[in-house]
């Protein structure tokens, strides 16, 4: 299994930017697919989450109303849309694959299995 996570680099703040997460050895019509970040000297956190039953998409606080997760099947991708953009986004970017979801559980590192490398994002202010 492998999640290759692309899209990140230099963006000014209130730019945009549309991260990738390309999926081999998976079928993302099988597992939710989640993003998460981390910053430097934190965290990693939970993003975005899309499920695999019904497309239902899910938002932390922080970026809800900015970012939007979506998926094309036939290309077995998962894309994350980043608009208007903060300093405070600045992070590496991880897609990750979970077997057995529990959705309300859905920020938890440890409910995903299969992690991509990430992909750096920086906002310049």
């Known amino acids: 299994v492998q999640l290759q996570a692309s899209g990140g680099g230099v963006v000014q703040a209130g730019g945009s930017l549309r991260l990738s997460c390309a999926a081999s050895g998976l079928s993302i019509e099988d597992y939710p697919i989640g993003w998460f970040r981390q910053a430097p000297g934190k965290e990693r956190e939970g993003v975005s989450l899309i499920d695999n039953i019904d497309g239902s998409t899910y938002y932390s606080n922080s970026v809800k109303g900015r970012f939007t997760i979506s998926k094309d099947n036939a290309k077995n991708t998962v894309y994350l849309q980043l608009n208007n953009l903060k300093s405070e986004d600045t992070a590496v970017y991880y897609c990750?694959?979970?077997?057995?979801?529990?959705?309300?559980?859905?920020?938890?590192?440890?409910?995903?299995?299969?992690w991509g490398q990430g992909t750096l994002v920086t906002v310049s202010s």
């Open positions: 990750a694959a979970s077997g057995s979801l529990v959705v309300r559980q859905w920020l938890l590192r440890e409910q995903y299995d299969y």
